[in-house]
């Protein structure tokens, strides 16, 4: 059984503030949780809030958060961030947080959630999964999901190749994005308007566990990509 509870009550995030300590606070967790952390608070933790004044002054910080511009149709861009993800706007959000400034993506939201989980281990001495999520737009599909951004201590994708199915037939390129597969369910209980910043999905598979993880591995590189 897997359970997605929403952490309610947590404090507004600001610059310097130990996100760890505060979910601790706040809930009681068990070895092989899986924390899901919305990248906005983590962004506002580390200081990645910017003052803008103009639509100028956005579209310069979505061109400096990007290695490149793939699309533009009027004010969108699709972009491919620093990270390597490809999204909108350099997944720069102005949603849920002062007027008159913008919430850049973390920096390194591998290294955001490394963190969290040690500061949760420091307090608690519990082992758990750490998931840095954001909500991203899909290509040839409408709507948004929330996908993994940043993971500690949890796989990012379960290679099933070499595995056989339920006929005895071998799996020839079958990999699970196993950490979205969990921000995206933790995204139930979150909204948009809630103000549930952190979820904790309880019951996944002990074997997706592991400490060395790290959300590039769902990148697709350009060499295998039919679509680029």
Known sequence: ?????????????????N??????????????DVVVVTSKIVSKAEGRL?????????EKSVLAESRRVL??????????????FICANAGIDQSNVPE?????LPKDSDRSARRIRDQIFAKTKVKVGVIVSDTFG????????????????????????????????ELKVTEVAIADEIASAAELVKGKASQIAVVVVRGVDSSYFRESSVADEVIRVPAEDLFR
């Not at 996100?19 to 092989?32: A, S």
């Not at 699309?71 to 390597?84: F, P, Y």
């Not at 899909?138 to 199915?165: E, K, N, P, Y």
């Open 100 to 104: 008159g400034q913008i919430a850049l």
């Open 138 to 169: 899909r290509s040839w599909r409408r709507g948004v999901t929330d996908v993994a951004l940043g993971v500690a201590g949890i796989s990012a994708i379960i290679d099933l190749r070499g595995t056989l199915d339920a006929n005895q037939r």
């Open 50 to 58: 910017v003052a803008v004044s103009s639509r100028s002054d956005f």
């Open 19 to 32: 996100i760890g300590d505060e979910i601790v606070k706040k809930f009681d967790l068990v070895e092989n």
């Open 71 to 84: 699309r533009r149709r009027g004010e969108m861009m699709i972009v491919e961030t620093h990270h390597g």
């Open 1 to 17: 059984m897997i359970s997605i509870i929403p952490i309610p009550e947590l404090p507004e995030f600001h610059q310097g503030m």
